[in-house]
């Protein structure tokens, strides 16, 4: 019984405490606020691993730098959602194509789901 009580106690203690800890630090919302976007190279040497035949530097090369090296290149920062949204997008559609020969890659689910995976359908799929 008195263990029951120190229990109860200790537990009505540590919600004020929650409460506390909630307004001073509170959680990360989890969204994106900014998005920083390689543009070009900053430094030569590195640039020219990654650079074609011809001396040029596409985007996916100079990201791949960027993975790399994250200081050797210049960034835009971009603070504006829907080109965040697009940004976003135009980098997962490469990534999306290497599972072109799966279910979602093609075909009747690809057609249902999207390249995006925003549809109604897609939301029933995750919620089972």
């Given at each position: 019984?008195?263990?029951?009580?120190?229990?109860?106690?200790?537990e009505g203690?540590?919600?004020?405490?929650?409460?506390?800890?909630?307004?001073?630090?509170?959680?990360?919302?989890?969204?994106?606020?900014?998005?920083?976007?390689?543009?070009?190279?900053?430094?030569?040497?590195?640039?020219?691993?990654?650079?074609?035949?011809?001396?040029?530097?596409?985007?996916?090369?100079?990201?791949?730098?960027?993975?790399?090296?994250?200081?050797?290149?210049?960034?835009?920062?971009?603070l504006a959602?829907?080109?965040?949204?697009?940004?976003?997008?135009?980098?997962?559609?490469?990534?999306?194509?290497?599972?072109?020969?799966?279910?979602?890659?093609?075909?009747?689910?690809?057609?249902?789901?999207?390249?995006?995976?925003?549809?109604?359908?897609?939301?029933?799929?995750?919620?089972?």
């Amino acid at each position: 019984m008195k263990r029951a009580k120190r229990i109860i106690n200790t537990e009505g203690m540590q919600k004020p405490y929650r409460i506390i800890k909630s307004v001073m630090k509170p959680a990360p919302s989890g969204s994106l606020s900014k998005l920083f976007v390689p543009v070009s190279p900053k430094l030569p040497k590195i640039a020219a691993r990654f650079c074609a035949s011809d001396g040029t530097l596409s985007k996916n090369q100079l990201i791949a730098m960027a993975k790399f090296d994250k200081d050797s290149v210049n960034y835009e920062t971009i603070l504006a959602r829907d080109v965040m949204e697009k940004e976003l997008h135009a980098y997962n559609r490469q990534w999306f194509r290497q599972a072109h020969e799966t279910p979602f890659g093609h075909g009747e689910l690809f057609d249902i789901v999207g390249f995006d995976g925003l549809t109604e359908q897609a939301d029933a799929i995750i919620r089972g």
